[in-house]
């Protein structure tokens, strides 16, 4: 009889374990340094201001460029890029080395290449902790 008494205690302190165990492993990957869902709303609102701080009248000048780097919150790092007729700018620091480590977002604008020239292009911006 008392072997039977025993199972279910037998049973309660293994699931104990295997719900200590999972619950630990969710707790080193939620320190991991990967993209939150709060980075990628990070990524696309640093866009939005970047793209205010390079444009003029609609146009990205590569000129502005270094003034996207104040459009991220101070917790990130960011780097900003500006890619049109086979050129790109860049501005702010180098990301790291881990692609998983960054969250990004890019759109479409045009590009002040010169003196009334106007290229199509694209503003990319990477944000990181």
Do not use: C, F, K
């Not at 295997?18 to 990628?40: F, I, K, M, N, Q």
């Not at 270094?66 to 780097?79: F, G, I, K």
């Amino acid at each position: 009889m008392s072997s039977s008494a025993e199972s279910p205690v037998v049973g309660l302190v293994a699931a104990a374990t295997v719900v200590a165990a999972v619950s630990g492993y969710a707790l080193v990957l939620a320190d991991a340094d990967t993209p939150t869902d709060r980075d990628e709303t990070v990524a696309t609102t640093t866009l939005s201001r970047a793209h205010t701080a390079v444009t003029s009248g609609g146009v990205a000048v590569p000129a502005r460029l270094a003034n996207a780097t104040s459009a991220v919150p101070p917790e990130y790092d960011l780097r900003v890029t500006l890619s049109a007729a086979g050129r790109n700018w860049r501005a702010g620091d180098q990301p790291p080395s881990d692609p998983a480590a960054v969250a990004a977002d890019d759109r479409r604008v045009g590009v002040a290449v010169g003196p009334g020239r106007i290229r199509p292009g694209r503003l990319r911006v990477e944000v990181w902790r």
